[in-house]
């Protein structure tokens, strides 16, 4: 659910829940407190401790030895307590809280914006969580992988931050350069043709107000369309296909956003993408405004120009310290990574989650109580 919080543990102190008085078992990152369960496990009790602090997911899906049902994972899900963050991530915790397992947001794992830019131990990561080595090209893993939809996304939604500043690897080969874009790539080769194309427009209809009324027009128009891209395809989560392609395809659109969203190079669309995502576009604006050619050609620039303004504001919203109203936008946009995930579509305002019902408003982490 979108907005709770739970506490965080390193390894070490579920590890220290160890017996019959306090039994936590882990699953992947998931910390559960099954000290109520030791009793009345119909195996024993002493079974269950001989995992207390331990990851039990191996041992539920052994055959040989006894695979569980799904009532044994309901289980462990009525008592989940946390989640497991590195004893990097701690640290930095501990120095910004006072707290080494201060709350997070289940979702996520996280409690606030600086959280985004704390670097992961790479290592760590893996081996907690079992999902991509950021020590290695990302999308190969992720082919090979044969995780579950439900874990994948999980997954990605629990962002990392590569260290330096730098990219992780995505294809590892000639294609990595083809991966990355400067935000400034976008205004060099988007620009010039709109203005020629607004040239054109303006020349062709030989009426300036309503020539700009058009134009106006596919600039409000593009500020729908990211907020219908943002939330039915980038985040197309619930329709996403079971499968590797699928999942592939989701991490290279959106998905590695997700996953690492303070990666700088890989925050605006690279232009060849820009291309097949705006071309149905086009042929929809002929479509619709099949009267006048100039008036279609209007309608497109001023949704292109939209997305430009788009594109430079999601790269300055994670980059730079912006007047006022780009400050409390840029807080807004941060917590749709950070906390959740399933709000706040708008990136340039928050006009169309207002109409939709979707404005992110999210209290401060607290933590919960656990028994």
Known sequence: MPGRVLPTFTVAEVESHN????????????VYDITSFVEDHPGGGDLVLEYAGKDVKEILRDVGSH??????????????????VSD?????????????SGPVYATTGMSREEDLSVDTDYTHDYKTHKFLDLNKPLLLQLWNSGFSKEFYLE?????????????????GNFLEPLSKTAWY??????LP?????????????????????????????????????HRFLFHIDGCLPDNRVGLCLHFLLHGIHHYLPMDRYRLVMPPTLFVVLAAPFWKLAHTVFFYNWHAALLVYCGGVFGYICYDLTHYFLHHRQLPSYYQSLKKYHLEHHFADYENGFGVTSRFWDRIFGTELVTPPPKAVKTQ
């Not at 017996?19 to 992947?28: K, L, M, P, R």
């Not at 997954?155 to 294809?171: D, M, N, T, V, W």
């Not at 020629?196 to 369309?225: C, E, H, K, V």
Request: hydrophobic residues 40%; proline residues 5%.
């Open 193 to 229: 043709p709109i203005s020629y194309g607004t040239y054109l427009g303006f020349a062709g209809l030989g009426n300036a107000p309503a020539a700009a009324a058009y134009w106006l027009g596919g600039l409000f128009l593009w500020s729908l369309i990211e907020y219908l891209m």
């Open 67 to 84: 695979e569980h049902s799904e009532s044994a994972y309901e289980i462990l899900q009525d008592n989940l307590v946390g989640f497991l």
């Open 155 to 171: 997954q990605i939604h629990r962002p990392r931050h590569y260290k330096g500043g730098e990219s992780a690897p995505l294809f």
């Open 88 to 100: 990097s991530d701690a640290k930095c915790s501990k120095m910004q809280n006072g707290s080494s």
């Open 19 to 30: 017996n019959a008085d306090s039994c936590y078992v882990t699953i992947g990152s998931q």
């Open 185 to 190: 790539v976008v205004p060099i080769v988007w």
